[in-house]
Nanobody, 114 residues
Framework: QVQLVESGGDLVQPGGSLRLSCAGSGIIFSIRSMAWYRQAPGKQRESVAVISSGGLETYTESVKGRFTISRDNAKNTVYLQMNSLKPEDTAVYYC????????WGQGTQVTVSS
């Protein structure tokens, strides 16, 4: 059974930074494109960053230059480094495969507010 566990969310002031982690069990991250998604209140879930099995990174326009996705295949973990955070980044953040194949975890709440 695949389990994805996100962590690292917090309340942070605008301009601050956070590092999110996603640990997986029952799935081998190294052979898959993995992604971070977010869902803000009243909005649909959206993909914000993808990292391919080969390490190619892609980002949605609104986070380019501020967010960095990375992976540690030995730890079966994917990370999202978020810098220069803005109030509009407030959302619950989730990880999954690039196609959202597996059951969603509980996510981790990121709140950007002064």
């Amino acid at each position: 059974q695949v389990q994805l566990v996100e962590s690292g969310g917090d309340l942070v002031q605008p301009g601050g930074s956070l590092r999110l982690s996603c640990a997986g069990s029952g799935i081998i991250f190294s052979i898959r494109s993995m992604a971070w998604y977010r869902q803000a209140p009243g909005k649909q879930r959206e993909s914000v960053a993808v990292i391919s099995s080969g390490g190619l990174e892609t980002y949605t326009e609104s986070v380019k230059g501020r967010f960095t996705i990375s992976r540690d295949n030995a730890k079966n973990t994917v990370y999202l480094q978020m810098n220069s955070l803005k109030p509009e980044d407030t959302a619950v953040y989730y990880c999954n495969t690039a196609g959202g194949r597996f059951t969603w975890g509980q996510g981790t709440q990121v709140t950007v507010s002064s």
